[in-house]
């Protein structure tokens, strides 16, 4: 065996280290999706409790209506973007697992692609044409799955954005201040 088939390519060595560091991230996101979880149901449970303290039974007035419906909003909304920030960590967990599917079927296909034009050799333009127009299918049916998840994981990190993060951290300090307040309120409703 040559010592070439067992050294790696530049590209076997960026690619391990794009594997390395989905791993060392989907590690982090693993470690903080039961505690984004837990944090959530928290949170909506509190403000649904706290709004249900406030406004039940609605009344037929239409600013009572509306002054519900921006109530609800404000105290469900940290636990929606804490929602949004637990489904972008199970994406993150999944990442390593996609990356190496899509490595792999992007590998077999490439060397499908290789094996027709290889193996077909025909002799006539029409052949030759038809073998081309299969080559450029198998190539965008490759570009296609990859810029598939290249535009999923694009869509993830903008929401990776300081900005996102700023409104994640303070949607959880929200959450951890709802949710004793909605208890000292329903033990003073049943108290009093």
Known sequence: MSDSS???????GSNSRLVQAAQRIASI?????RSVAALTG????A???????????????LFSLLGAAVTLVFLIGPAAVLALFYQGLRDLQALPERLAERAARTAEQ?????????TDA????????????????????????????????GALIRFVTPGFLLLVVGAAGVSLLLVPVAVVASLAVLVW
């Open 6 to 12: 067992r050294s790696p390519s530049p590209a076997d």
């Open 29 to 33: 996101a693993r470690r903080l999706m």
């Open 42 to 45: 928290g949170s909506a449970a």
């Open 47 to 61: 403000g649904l409790l706290l709004w249900a303290l406030l406004w039940w039974p609605l009344s037929g007035n």
């Open 110 to 118: 490439s060397a499908e692609a290789v094996r027709t034009t290889t």
């Open 122 to 153: 025909p002799n006539s333009w029409v052949g030759r044409l038809w073998g081309l127009v299969r080559q450029i299918w198998a190539l965008r049916t490759v570009l296609t799955e990859n810029r598939a998840l290249l535009v999923r994981y």
